[in-house]
């Protein structure tokens, strides 16, 4: 049967910017047409997307799936869905599982799953090292011929910088970007939230800016040295986004993400102790939220990524120096991020290339509206609003610090291989 996404927007920047409807069959992309043509088939789905913007698929570059390991925050299944809700037709799930993603056997099993389920696709990323434990490398090669698209210890830092630069030169023969969780672990230790006034009043030991920008620099200067593809993950501080810049402008070879609470929320907002507001890095200050959206503004943050790090409510309902770093993200993310659309801090352009064109880009896959190519697209209506509501979270945890906001605009559809796997 063909589908037929009538009365739509079409935006896929440098390809199409323009009122046109999309013609599927066969899981492909067959047509685009004007909104005038008439159709000869009769056996075909209409799709009425009058007043909404369809897009290349979505993709989430920095998700984490919890499962092997781990299903009681998250499965790959549970993931997937609130991919599909949040508007993704793609994610990279984190090593980060137990066992960690450090051989092609974990490796083929996330892909394997992810296949049975015909939900949002995953691209796996795998450990940098063995067992993310920073001190000899994993089977990369293997981990890549399975279908890995980068390496990382996301979660971890890698600590010894000897280490880091031979993985930087054996992934640069591999042609295989490596996302870096910069964090200098001797200046976080025992930390819990952003230091500054805010932490000194609640008493919480607290994270200076300088453990990620650190860690930050030495990467560039690394990357610098090898000329290897880094990706900085979670970026939240000034002075990282100022290095980063820095280095672009002198040629280096790197890209970075920021998450949506980093330019939405600050470390003011914790209050009462909540759990859900625990993250790493920590919320920073108003002047780095402010920094972060200047460098979406400027195209020194090329990426929007959830860092979706589903966790037990039990986990979370302990003391806030003992409870786990992490929030969900993949149901609020385009939300949260279409207010940078609305608030005139980015064009819809901009953030259609950090949402979806640029990380296909940065792991090496085509999803242009192009007639031929997979019917992978993402729906959005820019205008709805609504509250979130974490309990209608598709997602197995709830920890969001997002719970009874208004937001607007957000998915209204979400297509995966010519098949709509969301639809609002």
Same mark, same amino acid.
Not at 64 to 75: I, S, V, W
Not at 81 to 108: E, H, I, R
Not at 281 to 290: F, I, K, W
């Given at each position: 049967?063909?589908?037929?996404?009538?009365?739509?927007?079409?935006?896929?920047?440098?390809?199409?910017?323009? *009122?046109?409807?999309?013609?599927?069959?066969?899981?492909?992309?067959?047509?685009?047409?004007?909104?005038?043509?008439?159709?000869?088939?009769?056996?075909?789905? $209409?799709?009425?997307?009058?007043?909404?913007?369809?897009? /290349?698929?979505?993709?989430?570059?920095?998700?984490?799936?919890?499962?092997?390991?781990?299903? +009681?925050?998250?499965?790959?299944?549970?993931?997937?869905?609130?991919?599909?809700?949040?508007?993704?037709?793609?994610?990279?799930? =984190?090593?980060?599982?137990?066992?960690?993603?450090?051989?092609?056997?974990?490796?083929?099993?996330? $892909?394997?799953?992810?296949?049975?389920?015909?939900?949002?696709?995953?691209?796996?990323?795998?450990?940098?090292?063995?067992?993310?434990?920073?001190?000899?490398?994993?089977?990369?090669?293997?981990?890549?011929?399975?279908?890995?698209?980068?390496?990382?210890?996301?979660?971890?830092?890698?600590?010894?910088?000897?280490?880091?630069?031979?993985?930087?030169?054996?992934?640069?023969?591999?042609?295989?970007?490596?996302?870096?969780?910069?964090?200098?672990?001797?200046?976080?230790?025992?930390?819990? =939230?952003?230091?500054? /006034?805010?932490?000194?009043?609640?008493?919480?030991?607290?994270?200076?800016?300088?453990?990620?920008?650190? =860690?930050?620099?030495?990467?560039?200067?690394?990357?610098?040295?090898?000329?290897?593809?880094?990706?900085?993950?979670?970026?939240?501080?000034?002075?990282?986004?100022?290095?980063?810049?820095?280095?672009? *402008?002198?040629?280096?070879?790197?890209?970075?993400?920021?998450?949506?609470? +980093?330019?939405?929320?600050?470390?003011?907002?914790? *209050?009462?102790?909540?759990?859900?507001? *625990?993250?790493?890095?920590?919320?920073?200050?108003?002047?780095?939220?402010?920094?972060? $959206?200047?460098?979406?503004?400027?195209?020194?943050?090329?990426?929007?990524?959830?860092?979706?790090?589903?966790?037990?409510?039990?986990?979370?309902?302990?003391?806030?120096?003992?409870?786990?770093?992490?929030?969900?993200?993949?149901?609020?993310?385009?939300?949260?991020?279409?207010?940078?659309?609305?608030?005139?801090?980015?064009?819809?352009?901009?953030?259609?290339?950090?949402?979806?064109?640029?990380?296909?880009?940065?792991?090496?896959?085509?999803?242009?509206?192009?007639?031929?190519?997979?019917?992978?697209?993402?729906?959005?209506?820019?205008?709805?609003? +609504?509250?979130?509501? /974490?309990?209608?979270?598709?997602?197995?945890?709830?920890?969001?610090?997002?719970?009874?906001?208004?937001?607007?605009?957000?998915?209204?559809?979400? =297509?995966?291989?010519?098949?709509?796997?969301?639809?609002?």
């Amino acid at each position: 049967m063909q589908i037929r996404i009538k009365g739509a927007h079409l935006l896929d920047p440098g390809n199409i910017d323009a *009122k046109k409807d999309i013609i599927i069959q066969d899981h492909l992309i067959e047509a685009i047409v004007d909104p005038q043509y008439n159709e000869t088939q009769t056996d075909i789905k $209409i799709i009425d997307a009058k007043g909404l913007i369809v897009v /290349p698929g979505l993709i989430d570059i920095h998700v984490h799936l919890r499962e092997p390991g781990q299903e +009681y925050k998250e499965t790959i299944e549970t993931g997937l869905a609130a991919a599909a809700k949040g508007g993704f037709t793609a994610v990279c799930s =984190m090593p980060n599982t137990t066992p960690v993603n450090d051989n092609s056997q974990v490796t083929k099993f996330i $892909i394997n799953r992810a296949d049975e389920l015909g939900l949002s696709k995953v691209y796996p990323t795998g450990a940098i090292t063995h067992g993310s434990l920073g001190k000899t490398l994993a089977e990369i090669y293997d981990m890549k011929q399975a279908g890995i698209v980068a390496v990382t210890d996301d979660g971890k830092p890698v600590e010894d910088s000897k280490m880091m630069q031979q993985a930087l030169e054996y992934c640069k023969g591999l042609d295989i970007p490596i996302f870096v969780h910069a964090e200098e672990l001797s200046l976080t230790d025992g930390g819990s =939230m952003n230091a500054g /006034p805010f932490a000194r009043s609640w008493g919480i030991k607290g994270i200076p800016n300088a453990a990620e920008s650190i =860690m930050v620099v030495r990467d560039i200067a690394l990357s610098e040295l090898t000329g290897t593809a880094v990706h900085f993950c979670h970026i939240s501080t000034r002075e990282s986004v100022g290095a980063i810049r820095q280095a672009k *402008k002198r040629g280096v070879n790197i890209t970075c993400e920021t998450a949506p609470h +980093y330019f939405t929320l600050t470390d003011e907002n914790v *209050k009462d102790h909540d759990t859900n507001f *625990k993250m790493n890095p920590p919320l920073r200050s108003e002047e780095d939220r402010q920094a972060v $959206i200047c460098g979406l503004i400027d195209g020194t943050i090329d990426v929007i990524a959830s860092d979706h790090a589903p966790h037990s409510k039990i986990e979370k309902d302990v003391e806030f120096d003992r409870a786990p770093f992490g929030i969900v993200g993949l149901e609020t993310s385009l939300s949260l991020s279409l207010k940078l659309f609305h608030d005139n801090f980015l064009t819809m352009e901009d953030l259609v290339n950090k949402m979806a064109k640029y990380p296909a880009e940065l792991i090496g896959i085509n999803n242009d509206i192009r007639p031929g190519n997979m019917a992978d697209l993402t729906i959005i209506d820019p205008d709805g609003v +609504y509250k979130i509501d /974490p309990e209608k979270f598709k997602s197995k945890s709830k920890n969001t610090a997002f719970t009874g906001l208004k937001v607007k605009g957000g998915p209204f559809l979400t =297509m995966v291989n010519g098949r709509v796997v969301y639809q609002r």
